[in-house]
């Protein structure tokens, strides 16, 4: 059970805040993809891995018919609860990315916070014949995952977040092991309570890193076209921060 995604699903938007502020840049740049590299036009969209739907929210407030696909019941609880709060019709769906079983159904696949980087190769090319198998002719899968090289092994980095009267501390590391091109990502939060009372919570995850020519290759074995872009921009740049993925289903 990954406690980031379950116990602390209540926590995720304070904790990811400063990421999801992002989130409209990247959804414009999104938006940008759809009309200059999918053969069809984009209205329905599945977003994959969709977590508490910061995201997936955005996409609807833009007139997408989206359905949300996330692994965790803990976190797709707090996506409905914000759409019903803003008047979102959404549907969240609690499954495997792996085996999500739609068959046609979508314009674009779409999987944001570099959730990607989840896959090890073989449940990689599982997730492709997924998303292919989803996707209708012509439509396009968008997915972002980071710079391995983008700083490094680093560590700690601690910050804080509030919510609810509560005071969150973060504090993460970051290792890289270049050779088995793993990232091990450790994150430590503490929740202080108005009452005094700490509870605290450590994640330890092993991330898949790829770089842009292997995310290519094992993309270009599913897809019929298949391209990566900078960060926020068509043009590679090897220093942005993060890449994005476009494929294309015949």
């Known amino acids: 059970m990954h406690e980031l995604y379950t116990v602390l699903a209540e926590y995720y938007d304070a904790i990811y805040r400063r990421r999801a502020e992002r989130v409209k840049d990247e959804i414009d740049f999104v938006e940008k993809i759809f009309e200059a590299d999918s053969r069809r036009e984009v209205r329905k969209i599945l977003d994959i891995a969709c977590g508490t739907g910061i995201p997936t929210l955005e996409l609807a407030k833009r007139g997408y018919e989206v359905t949300g696909v996330d692994l965790h019941e803990e976190m797709l609880e707090v996506a409905r609860r914000k759409a019903k709060r803003e008047g979102l019709t959404i549907e969240f769906i609690q499954g495997d990315a792996l085996e999500i079983g739609f068959n046609q159904e979508f314009d674009a696949v779409t999987m944001f916070f570099s959730s990607i980087m989840y896959f090890d190769e073989k449940d990689l090319k599982k997730?492709?014949?997924?998303?292919?198998?989803?996707?209708?002719?012509?439509?396009?899968?968008?997915?972002?995952?980071?710079?391995?090289?983008?700083?490094?092994?680093?560590?700690?980095?601690?910050?804080?977040?509030?919510?609810?009267?509560?005071?969150?501390?973060?504090?993460?590391?970051?290792?890289?092991?270049?050779?088995?091109?793993?990232?091990?990502?450790?994150?430590?939060?503490?929740?202080?309570?108005?009452?005094?009372?700490?509870?605290?919570?450590?994640v330890d995850d092993t991330l898949n890193i790829y770089t842009p020519r292997e995310m290519r290759l094992l993309a270009k074995e599913h897809f019929d076209e298949v391209k990566i872009y900078g960060h926020l921009k068509r043009k590679l740049d090897p220093n942005d921060r993060r890449y994005w993925l476009v494929a294309i289903t015949p």
């Open 127 to 202: 997730l492709f014949n997924s998303v292919v198998k989803a996707l209708k002719p012509g439509g396009v899968f968008v997915a972002d995952f980071p710079c391995w090289f983008y700083g490094g092994s680093n560590g700690p980095i601690v910050w804080d977040e509030s919510t609810d009267g509560e005071k969150l501390v973060i504090t993460d590391w970051r290792i890289v092991e270049p050779g088995l091109q793993k990232l091990h990502f450790k994150r430590l939060v503490q929740i202080l309570k108005p009452n005094g009372e700490t509870k605290s919570f450590f």
